[in-house]
């Protein structure tokens, strides 16, 4: 009897002990760097030129991969605080709904930094899944458009309008967001100190955007005209990363 309880002990420690490794503590860092993947979830309200909704007039934003890093700090075993950080990302803005014949109608790139607030499962073992929340702060700049954008507007105008402008040139500003953000990610030890990090995120991204035209009428006077759109982003981010705790 003694024999088999003694075999059965050695058995559960051989299997438990792949599974064991030294917890991190408070204090510790751990440094993480690796690609990602940005894919919009784009929704948003349609077009308005001159103060007025023009239907179905509407934008989408591609994926885009990138380099991705980020910054713990352990206050115990289980929580830590996150910052992420990364390379900028550079999306295509395409038209979608009556927009979507135009094609790409410019660019933007973004850098997302985010602090958040994890929790971290379980700190003594080889696989350490963690959940986290915090808030977002989404800076959004080198805004570009295309011709073909231009030459949209400006004949949507005509045919609204009844004029005759031609030339010129638009321009894109879009502002700053601020939001929540949300993560559910694993570390996985394969070696001392050596993780492999997989992590999936959700941004909440609100981007208020602004089309300033200038043109010309048929005698040539320059014409301003002004569109806006109302765009939420709310990108899912997932990245693979290498981990190296301090």
Known sequence: MKR?????LLAATLVLAPLAAPAQSAGDWMFRIGPGYV??????????????PL?????????????AFNLSWFASQNWAVELLASAWWDH???????????????????????????????????????LGAGLNYTLL?????????????????????????????????????????????VDIEIAPDWFLNLDLRWIDIDADAELTTDTFDAGGAPVRLDSAIDVDIDPWVATAAIGFRF
């Open 4 to 8: 088999s309880r003694s075999m059965t």
């Open 39 to 52: 894919s919009p979830n784009t929704s948003d309200e349609d077009l308005l030129f001159e103060g007025q």
């Open 55 to 67: 239907d179905d007039f509407r934008i989408d934003i591609d994926d885009q991969a990138g380099l």
């Open 92 to 130: 295509e803005i395409d038209g979608a709904g009556a927009l979507e014949p135009l094609g790409r109608l410019g660019s933007v790139k973004h850098l997302p930094p985010t602090l958040s607030l994890q929790y971290h499962f379980l700190p003594d073992r080889r696989i350490r899944p963690y």
């Open 141 to 185: 700049f080198d805004e570009d458009t295309t011709s073909g954008l231009h030459e949209g507007i400006v004949a949507t105008a005509n045919g609204a309008l009844g004029t005759a402008y031609a030339g010129g040139r638009t321009k894109l500003d879009i502002d700053n967001s601020f939001g929540v953000a949300l993560q559910a990610g």
